[in-house]
């Protein structure tokens, strides 16, 4: 966060006059104009303390801690600005702003009316004009030095400022000093409401719009549903506007009227015109308008549409009048252009500053700090905040309502409150218009305008989360509404009317609703139980239907589209899955079970699996028993079993979750011959390091694929035995089976196997066979199979097969001490892990990064990074085989970090936990302590563990322990017995690729 003045300080706002006309006249010269431009103001501006707060194209945000060095500072912007050679003769003018006020932080930047009022100065200065606020003016009036004075230009209103400011010009000899009469709302007739808080972002609407009016577009139509905003923006772009139109600009308030031929009565009495008896007042506006260049705010024109051909026609009288018009739908009639209004832009994150930069958190701080002048957005609240932003929609008048809530709640609390928002932002100002007291009202408003027909159509609608036309007819028309035609003109209808929203986006069009209106229309559905009970049921049949329809080409080369096609409906399916289980139908969620797993599995949503398996389990207990139905329970039950392993690690739940299995299975009899079951419990007795039974189940497997000819089974079949084996001591057997699963392993046919949840077996057996053979001292092939690990992983588009492979690549990375990719692979595996909510990954993944970073130099955050991955791997209660190896790179982080004691004493547990097991990985953890023990000077010590791993790596075949042992012990020793051991045990790497282990020895050798 930046360091910025606080208290008493001056705000300089500027930009460039006319630089629209600039750009067109210069053309690709204008970037070098605006180069120069900026380079001389911040020159001026430092020299004089200045910080630039913002730039946005040819504008400047600047905070001067002294209101006179503010003053010196723009005199010297404009003077430099004046003096420099332009390109081709152009003339540049800046208009500069400047108010004295309290520096109140919001994030990284300022909130608060000073601020604005700043903006606003500079907002009606002319190009070359310096203006300043009373408030600056009386702290630098005495102390102006040099020729500089100032000229009083009186009171004048500024457009969002409730009362008038008094304004001061710079007057300095070598500077302009005549200009024409400020744009303010004083200069030019205007009934635009006074507005008593800061308009806020929307500048890309705002360019927009008065782009449209200076290219002569002369009816402009703001649509959208109500509480979006729609009033507020135009009222600003007028207010932007008033030396565009020199005979004024005109609200009117069109909400009390409900008759059309009422409207221009409306527009009279807002004009103040006279008119005779017997004369229509459309006339009286055609006639007494003929001439007149002005502006007329329409404002909520929904309610009298039928008066758009009278609009339209008053256009055409008057060819200097402009019309601008807020309403839910386009009026349809020529020369319209329609500018649809979206909710504010959205953060993207809860970090400080970026959501402060937020156009919803900008209006949410700003309307908190008017209800609780004391709020600030910090590191704290700001998550609660991009919340409440988010659940509203990013509509202006929710979240105003909801700040304004602030005076009872912490942004905590208010964020726990909005599960229902309509109900939480609930009163507003006294000063807003009735229909908008409350966001309730505003939505009731534009529903009680809809036809009978429409309405029950908005209410249906309120069971999708969002819809093709496709599913809104068959769903409307099985809830016995009228046929397709009727159906898609009342839709057409909703759209226009700005409640129901469609948009292509990158695929198909899609309906939606803002959420907020979609909870009042829930709302309504569910008074007519009826309509919703035939809505809701056609709704799950619809789906039901859907993906049933796409499960064979989930199985097929259609898979990536069928997957993309469900996926788009996750929402609707979900909403059917829940009907479904609490209408107890199994037969129709068997029907969407199959196609919905697949998708979960495919795309990594493992806690949402859980919670599947968890319901369909409910529904099955509630059935009468039968075989068939036994084996579906315990598949389901050991599937689940395994899903919560991979998403929270070992815990008591998921021994509960195993504990029930196994029930299941005595109940049956045994252990049935399925895959999902067989791998279920394989996973179960692996994580428990019980390799013997973990064996005896894969060769289970192996059999069932042999039997079925299944090679997908078969991949993960060799893949159980061959690991397992190595696990067990016997790496060279292992290996046979992996280099079978690998060679039989085609990413584009073994994707999905039944009720799978975990790393696709290709990528394992490819990770599995790296890290055996690294160990055997094949380092050639151990590269090869982890960046072919990778590459599958990728190609896979397998969430959690991505997690594992980049943390397992990461692991090897470690042990070339390749300590950027390390990082690298350690980082992106995090990155997935806490999308996807992969709390081991995460946890490991910290671990590997934070040993990455001490080893390149950063030790102090590295330890902290691993401290995070320890602290998370131990609150998760994760598979006790996994401990010891996240432990080992613990120890090796301390050694990094200088303090290899701390490191002996982890290794020393990992010993202890290991005790008598004998395989490949057993010579490494005497490897490490011997290197941690050199750390600390007890070279006899060391000396020891290191003839340890060498014993240990020659017995149980592990090459590369034993060159990295035999190393060691010749550069302690330098005696001829050890040298010997040494380039015997490196002669089984020549020819292949030098890694650093390698290279080490031979410079122990050399150095002979």
């Known amino acids: 966060m930046r360091d910025l003045p606080t208290g008493t300080v001056t705000f300089l706002f500027s930009d460039i006059e006319g630089s629209t006309r600039l750009v067109q006249s210069l053309g690709d010269e204008y970037i070098p104009l605006l180069e120069d431009q900026q380079r001389l103001l911040r020159s001026a501006f430092g020299a004089h303390g200045g910080t630039v707060l913002g730039t946005e194209g040819d504008s400047f945000f600047v905070v001067f801690p002294a209101a006179v060095e503010a003053i010196a500072a723009a005199v010297d912007a404009q003077r430099a600005v004046a003096k420099h050679g332009w390109p081709q003769g152009a003339t540049v003018h800046i208009r500069m702003g400047l108010h004295t006020g309290e520096g109140t932080l919001g994030g990284d930047n300022y909130v608060g009316l000073d601020v604005h009022r700043a903006a606003r100065i500079a907002g009606v200065a002319h190009g070359g004009q310096v203006l300043m606020s009373e408030s600056t003016r009386s702290l630098v009036e005495q102390s102006i030095e040099g020729e500089a004075s100032l000229r009083d230009l009186g009171e004048h209103r500024l457009k969002d400022l409730l009362k008038p400011e008094r304004i001061f010009q710079i007057v300095h000899p070598e500077l302009p000093s005549e200009f024409p009469p400020l744009a303010s709302l004083s200069y030019r007739p205007n009934n635009l409401p006074t507005q008593t808080s800061e308009f806020l972002g929307r500048e890309a609407d705002l360019n927009a719009i008065s782009n449209l009016i200076d290219a002569g577009v002369r009816l402009i139509t703001l649509t959208g549903p109500g509480g979006i905003g729609k009033t507020r923006l135009a009222l600003q772009v007028a207010a932007a506007r008033t030396d565009v139109f020199r005979d004024g600009l005109y609200f009117v308030d069109l909400s009390p009227v409900r008759d059309p031929d009422k409207a221009f009565d409306a527009a009279v009495r807002a004009l103040g015109l006279q008119s005779a008896s017997d004369q229509r007042t459309l006339d009286v506006l055609k006639d007494q308008l003929a001439d007149k260049h002005l502006l007329l705010v329409l404002d909520n024109f929904e309610q009298v549409m039928d008066a758009a051909e009278g609009v339209a026609d008053l256009l055409r009288s008057c060819p200097k009048l402009s019309a601008l018009v807020t309403t839910r739908e386009a009026l349809k009639v020529r020369g319209e252009h329609v500018h649809p209004v979206a909710p504010m832009s959205l953060p993207s994150t809860d970090e400080v500053s970026a959501a402060a930069e937020c156009e919803a958190v900008r209006l949410f701080v700003e309307r908190a700090v008017e209800a609780r002048g004391t709020f600030t957005l910090t590191e704290d609240n700001a998550g609660a905040v991009v919340e409440i932003c988010t659940r509203l929609d ?76 496709d599913a809104v007819e068959e769903v409307a028309a099985s809830a016995q509404l009228d046929g397709d035609a009727a159906i898609i003109d009342r839709l057409s209808s909703l759209v226009d009317k700005s409640l129901v929203r469609s948009a292509n986006g990158s695929g198909p069009q899609r309906l939606s609703m803002l959420a907020t209106i979609h909870e009042f229309a829930a709302e309504r559905l569910e008074e007519d139980p009826g309509l919703a009970a035939a809505t809701q049921r056609a709704h799950a049949e619809y789906f039901s239907g859907f993906a049933r329809d796409r499960r064979a080409q989930l199985a097929g080369s259609e898979r990536s589209g069928a997957l993309d096609e469900l996926e788009v409906e996750i929402g609707n399916l979900l909403a059917a899955w829940r009907y479904l289980v609490d209408a107890g139908d199994l037969a129709t969620l068997e029907e969407l079970f199959d196609a919905v797993w697949i998708l979960h599995e495919a795309r990594g949503w493992y806690a949402s699996a859980v919670e599947l398996a968890r319901d369909l389990l409910e529904v099955l207990t509630s059935v009468p028993s039968t075989p068939d139905r036994v084996q579906q329970k315990i598949t389901l039950a050991t599937s689940l079993a395994r899903g919560l392993l991979a998403v929270g690690g070992y815990t008591k739940e998921v021994e509960e979750a195993y504990g029930n299995a196994r029930a299941l299975l005595e109940e049956a009899g045994g252990l049935p011959h399925l895959y999902p079951v067989l791998r279920s419990v394989w996973s179960f007795h692996l994580y428990r390091a019980e390799f013997d039974q973990a064996l005896a189940v894969g060769r289970q497997l192996l059999d069932l694929a042999e039997h079925s000819d299944d090679e997908n089974l078969m991949v ?126 995460r946890a490991v993944g910290l671990v590997l990064g934070g040993t990455a970073l001490i080893a390149l130099g950063r030790p102090e955050e590295g330890l902290a990074r691993s401290d995070q991955g320890i602290a998370l791997y131990q609150e998760i209660s994760t598979p006790p085989v996994f401990w010891p190896f996240v432990l080992t790179i613990r120890a090796r982080g301390f050694g990094l970090a200088g303090r290899p004691q701390e490191g002996v004493d982890i290794i020393d547990q990992v010993l202890e936990m290991i005790g008598d097991r004998f395989d490949l990985l057993s010579s490494e953890f005497p490897m490490i302590k011997g290197d941690l023990l050199l750390a600390t000077s007890r070279r006899d010590e060391a000396e020891q563990w290191f003839e340890r791993a060498l014993d240990i790596a020659k017995q149980t075949g592990a090459r590369t322990t034993e060159l990295r042992a035999a190393t060691r012990l010749a550069r302690l020793t330098r005696e001829p017995k050890s040298i010997e051991i040494l380039r015997s045990a490196r002669e089984s790497f020549v020819g292949k690729v030098e890694t650093a282990d390698v290279a080490e020895a031979r410079a122990v050798l050399e150095d002979g």
């Open 716 to 841: 993960d079949a060799q893949l159980v035995v061959g690991s397992n084996l190595i696990s067990m001591g016997e790496p060279t057997q292992g290996l046979l089976h992996l280099d079978r699963s690998i060679t039989m392993f085609d990413p584009r046919r073994h994707r999905s196997a039944p009720m799978r949840l975990g790393a696709n077996p290709g990528v394992v057996a490819h990770t599995t066979s790296a890290f055996t053979l690294w160990l055997l001292g094949d380092p050639d092939l151990a590269i090869e199979r982890s960046t072919r690990a990778l590459e599958l992983a990728a190609q896979l588009y397998h969430p959690f097969t991505l997690a594992y492979a980049l943390y397992h690549v990461g692991f090897l990375a470690l042990w070339q001490s390749d300590y950027e990719s390390v990082l690298e692979r350690a980082d992106a595996a995090v990155r997935v892990a806490e999308e996807h909510g992969y709390q081991v990954w």
């Open 394 to 469: 990013g509509l202006p008048l929710a979240i105003e309502l909801a700040a304004a809530r602030l005076t009872l709640f912490s942004p905590h609390d208010l964020r726990d409150r909005l599960r229902n928002s309509l109900q939480i932002v609930g009163g507003g100002a006294r000063d807003l218009p009735a229909r908008q007291q409350t966001l309730r009202r505003t939505i009731e408003w534009s529903y009680e305008l809809l036809d009978i027909n429409e309405r029950n159509l908005f209410r249906i609608l309120s069971v999708f989360s969002t819809a093709s036309v």
